[in-house]
């Protein structure tokens, strides 16, 4: 771990003054939600997202795993090797008690009170006091467990229609993740052994046919990513002889994991979905006015936002009002599916963002690293004890961030 990393840095009146005379005010390409194998990812490791990050002249990248930190040592050497700022992000699915007994559905579209959020720019290294370190350990341990007991189901269906192979979970676990297995592995995992044990297409084609109880694999043999989609959504997704409801241990309540981010030094961030493929919000975010209202009420000011999955109308309206309401407002492309995708950003059908939206993005992206570089300095960034932002003096949040982009651009040599 480069534990000395921020001291690179000069501190904040000298950085800058370095800024006025050397800065250009660039506005920076930003992908700031990537996952990686820390968690689940397209990549095959770190070094391979960011090389295609330098390919692609992206200049801050963060990484966004589902409850982990852990990524977060190999994340600054590669990136900053590169002149690549990195970001410090988590992610977590919590559970808001109240919006499940309503009824209502905020970023999970299948399940009411599921909400996941993310932990922008938490501190590095790494830290988290007692009892959330204890209560983050419970969740990983619960979540590992339910993918195991899924993995069982996975063997006895394996074992009845006499597949010829059964999956390891211990071997899952070692030689596909770095510690927290998804039910994404699983499906990467069957794809895998049948790619082994199946000589021909066809013969792969007649296996999935059996697994998917007489039911056709729809994508093509070369088409990786989609047949692990098709074999999550068959055997592992709710419907599926595998399924199993993840239990009440599995989440904590949203407010606690809000504390438990602002405890790791970082910024709490509501993950929009907004518009499917058919124009359709969810019920929590189908006004965005309502929606930054309660958002407001729960002391979270800080929105984000995955490109692909939107039209460029909807996200210029949404990201637009945001910032103009005060919230931090960031973009990624998660990365958290099998398909891979550019790290430079683009909305829906590969639609260019506009300039409005990347230099917002690009703002966001500012306000994070300057509060991370402060927590690190100083004790305090652009949240204050209670959580509440620094609105009034954003833009000079927006400055130092640039200036400590431009910083280690020019300056590291690698």
């Not at 990537?34 to 689940?40: D, E, G, M, Q, V």
């Not at 977060?72 to 410090?88: D, Q």
Request: include cysteine; charged fraction near 25%; charge should be negative.
């Amino acid at each position: 771990m480069i534990k000395d990393f921020w001291t690179q840095f000069p501190g904040r009146e000298e950085l800058l003054d370095w800024f006025e005379k050397n800065g250009k005010g660039s506005v920076f390409s930003v992908n700031a939600h990537l996952h990686t194998p820390y968690s689940f990812s397209a990549f095959r490791d770190i070094p391979q997202a960011l090389d295609m990050g330098v390919a692609e002249k992206v200049s801050v990248m963060g990484i966004n795993d589902f409850y982990s930190t852990d990524g977060y040592a190999e994340w600054v050497t590669e990136s900053a090797s590169r002149k690549i700022f990195p970001l410090f992000n988590i992610e977590y699915i919590s559970l808001n008690r109240a919006d499940q007994l309503a009824g209502l559905k905020i970023n999970d579209p299948g399940n009411p009170g599921r909400t996941y959020l993310s932990g922008k720019g938490l501190a590095f290294p790494p830290k988290m006091e007692e009892p959330y370190a204890a209560a983050l350990a419970s969740v990983r341990t619960e979540s590992n467990k339910h993918v195991a007991g899924m993995c069982r189901k996975v063997n006895e269906l394996l074992a009845t229609i006499h597949a010829g192979f059964l999956l390891d979970f211990g071997q899952i676990q070692s030689d596909m993740t770095k510690g927290m297995v998804r039910e994404r592995h699983l499906a990467k995992a069957i794809r895998e052994q049948a790619e082994n044990h199946f000589a021909t297409d066809e013969a792969k084609a007649n296996f999935y046919q059996t697994l998917f109880g007489g039911k056709p694999l729809v994508s093509s043999p070369d088409e990786l990513a989609a047949i692990e989609n098709e074999i999550r959504n068959n055997l592992l997704k709710a419907g599926g002889p595998a399924f199993i409801p993840e239990p009440v241990e599995a989440f904590l309540e949203s407010e606690m994991v809000c504390k438990m981010i602002r405890n790791q030094g970082g910024i709490p961030t509501y993950p929009f979905l907004a518009d499917d493929n058919n124009g359709n919000f969810t019920p929590f975010e189908e006004s965005k006015e309502r929606a930054a209202a309660i958002l407001k009420e729960r002391n979270i000011w800080s929105v984000e936002f995955i490109t692909t999955r939107n039209s460029l109308s909807v996200l210029e309206d949404y990201v637009q009002y945001f910032f103009n309401e005060g919230f931090v407002v960031t973009l990624g492309s998660e990365h958290n599916t099998p398909a891979m995708e550019p790290i430079e950003l683009f909305a829906r059908k590969k639609t260019e963002l506009s300039p409005i939206v990347k230099e917002i993005n690009c703002k966001g992206a500012c306000v994070v690293a300057a509060h991370q570089y402060l927590v690190a300095k100083e004790g305090k960034g652009y949240l204050d004890f209670s959580g509440k932002p620094d609105i009034e003096n954003r833009d000079q949040y927006v400055k130092l961030g640039s200036a400590l982009i431009e910083y280690l651009i020019q300056n590291n040599h690698g």
